[in-house]
């Protein structure tokens, strides 16, 4: 099973617009990573975001490269200051290779959480970019995959 963590692209300043939608500069950077991630081989049966409109923008872009037969929704467990354990015990059990699309500070609580216990030392997470992981045993540990700033 894999899960793809992806901060969402870059938001235009709450000033501007407070629903903070992705500034165009974001949107392309968005469609190129979705790009890449979907070169990597990504084929997530599982879309979430947080139903944050930037999170929402950058989850599209990468459900439309990567699998639009995906299912897509806005789930819980992932505002920016949501405890991690949360969503990792979702993953428990999970068959189905996941996408999430996310905000900091949880997607790299998530990261160091997910990878507790591993040989790796989590790297930062990439700002505005993905981490693929990958679990053998129902999530309970998991290893990194590779990654993209």
């Not at 501007?16 to 949107?27: C, E, M, Q, T, Y």
Request: with cysteine; hydrophobic share 40%.
């Amino acid at each position: 099973m894999h899960v793809y963590l992806v901060h969402h692209g870059d938001a235009i300043d709450a000033a501007l617009d407070a629903r903070r939608p992705l500034s165009s500069g974001g949107r392309e950077a968005v469609d190129r990573l979705a790009r890449a991630t979907a070169a990597h081989g990504a084929r997530p049966s599982i879309v979430w975001h947080s139903g944050k409109l930037r999170a929402r923008q950058t989850a599209e872009a990468f459900w439309r490269e990567c699998n639009a037969l995906a299912a897509f929704s806005a789930t819980k467990d992932l505002q920016p200051d949501d405890p991690p354990s949360w969503m990792r015990d979702r993953l428990r059990h999970e068959p189905r290779d996941i996408l999430i699309a996310g905000h900091f500070p949880h997607l790299p609580r998530l990261l160091t959480l997910l990878l507790e216990g591993s040989t790796e030392s989590p790297a930062g997470f990439p700002p505005h970019g993905v981490v693929a992981l990958c679990t053998e045993d129902d999530g309970h540990s998991w290893q990194e995959v590779w990654r993209m700033p």
